[in-house]
């Protein structure tokens, strides 16, 4: 099966926060851009259906 395409993008956190989450991957086996993916996945996944829709109210 091949892989998704990946794109890049840049966001700014608090260094505290880059070293906790640096922590996490290193504890969790992954690489920093899979431990992003899952958790932006599981959180959109998680999100209200209707979430977009209330947006544009």
Do not use: W
């Not at 504890?27 to 920093?32: N, T």
């Not at 959109?44 to 209330?54: C, H, S, Y």
Request: aromatic content about 8%; hydrophobic content about 35%.
């Amino acid at each position: 099966m091949a892989e998704k395409r990946k794109q890049q993008f840049n966001v700014y956190l608090p260094p505290e926060l880059v070293r906790a989450v640096k922590h996490r991957c290193i504890d969790e086996g992954l690489s920093l851009s899979a431990f992003v993916e899952n958790i932006l996945s599981d959180y959109l996944n998680d999100a209200a259906p209707d979430t977009d829709q209330q947006k544009g109210q």
